[in-house]
């Protein structure tokens, strides 16, 4: 299991602090909860974050674009130092195009499903994606409760990469924590991204540790 711990809940102020205690804690990647105040209900994060957290620490940034318009920006992120990106299918009307362009520039894509959305929708594109980012909140903001139908959404997706032996990873993200991290990966899961339950408790190397731990595997 890889652990991806979400800034979007850690104390910005300390920035660099929380992600080295992450790392330390055995976190794989930063995740960078990106939102425009259109496709999502909140404002967050952007390319100077990234930047930030290439400097703070030697783990990836796993950029997630909650946007309009996000194939305006892809550079940017880029540039300034994403690892992966994804973006949401409900935003995205050339989403192919998108994903192509993306592994063009070297980095890892990926797409992310709303709660609502169907695993149809990924029908003509998982075949060029590296993960698919499931999201087990309605996205826009950390702190929300996991949304349990999502856990045989999970399992389904599991079934269809192995069906079609596709090298996709399973990302999940939304309210996941020591308690239900264990469900999440044994139906499926590759990469857990955690907000609250990494930095919400004030310390999040041994949060992190104990999410691991949690999950057993
Ligand atoms: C929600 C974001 C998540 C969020 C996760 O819109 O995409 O990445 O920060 O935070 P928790 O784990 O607190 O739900
Ligand atoms: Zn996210």
Redesign the pocket.
Known sequence: MILAP?I??ADLSRLGEELRAVERGGASLV?V?V?DGRF?PNISLGPVIVEAVRRSCSLPPDV?L?IEDADRYLDAFVDAGAASVSVHVEAMPHLQRAIAYLRSRGVRPGVALNPSTPLATLEEILAEVDFVLV?S?N??????KFLPPVLDKIRRLARLVAERGLPVQIQV????NRDNVRAVVQAGVDIV?????AF?GGDPEAATRALIEAAGA
């Open positions: 979400s979007l809940a995740h909860d939102m999502v997630h909650m999201m909140v996205p826009g903001f950390s702190f929300q993200d939304g309210g996941v991204v955690a907000g609250a339950a919400g």
